[in-house]
């Protein structure tokens, strides 16, 4: 018996070449941004800077270079997944660091804002001690009576080939310095807790927005399925 597998989700690995100092630097930039703080309000959380004010990092020119890069990859994930030259624009909303100490978590959530999202780790060994990007399915195809993949007597053995395959409740993803992961927005993600007591978990996070291009006169209008381009939006004020 063969078993095929069907409708996959796209995660992209892409592992950059980045000179050791350029990360370097890149960690002292994402360290100085943080300042003083130690984490976010609620207990055990990692410090992330899109709730603490630093979510345009994609602006400042110490980022430049490495949010080109990640411009680049974005485009060849597209072209990867099938979508025509020139049948959308693409667009960074926002960026921002991260930084985990020991025993700090991100939970579980996804990013409605946005179409991709994507994740560069400036350090990390592949180990997954410092925590692990966790990549859960929006459903479990292959769990042929509801709770059986995920406990409630534990008739999927877990440690089996099959039950890792066909059953498994998430995917992890081991940082890598220069690792570079590209997945679509809607899917729910966490990192698990930093176990590494001696050092910090350092990434740059990146929500990226499909739109139509850009039209110009004459062309015809954007299809209702995406967007028209945010430059061609108009501002509505607040009432009074």
């Known amino acids: 018996m063969e078993l095929q597998a069907l409708f996959p989700l796209a995660l992209a690995r892409v592992q950059l070449r980045l000179d050791p100092w350029d990360l370097a630097l890149l ?29 345009q990092v994609h602006r400042l020119e110490a980022f430049a270079a490495i949010t080109a890069e990640v411009e680049r990859q974005a485009w060849s994930y597209l072209e990867q997944l099938g979508f025509r030259a020139g049948s959308v624009a693409l667009h960074v909303q926002r960026a921002w660091p991260v930084v985990s100490e020991a025993g700090q978590v991100v939970g579980r959530h996804h990013h409605p804002n946005a179409h991709l999202s994507a994740v560069l780790y400036l350090n990390g060994d592949g180990t997954g001690r410092c925590g692990c990007l966790r990549l859960f399915p929006p459903r479990q195809p292959n769990e042929l009576v509801p709770g059986l ?8 053995d877990s440690a089996s080939a099959g039950g890792r395959q066909w059953n498994a409740p998430w995917l992890d993803v081991a940082p890598q310095a220069g690792l570079l992961v590209l997945f679509p927005a809607r899917t729910d993600h966490a990192v698990t807790a930093n176990e590494d007591d001696d050092d910090l ?16 006169p004459g062309d015809p209008a954007p299809p209702e399925y995406l967007a028209p381009h945010p430059a061609q939006w108009s501002a509505v004020a607040a009432p009074a």
Request: hydrophobic letters at 45%.
């Open 201 to 216: 978990r350092l990434s740059l996070a990146f929500d990226l927005a499909l739109t139509a291009p850009l039209a110009e």
């Open 149 to 156: 993949a995920v406990g409630h007597g534990e008739p999927i």
């Open 27 to 55: 960690m002292q930039e994402v360290l100085a941004l943080r300042g003083e703080a130690e984490g976010n309000p609620e207990p055990g959380c990692a410090w992330t800077g899109d709730i603490n004010g630093i979510w």
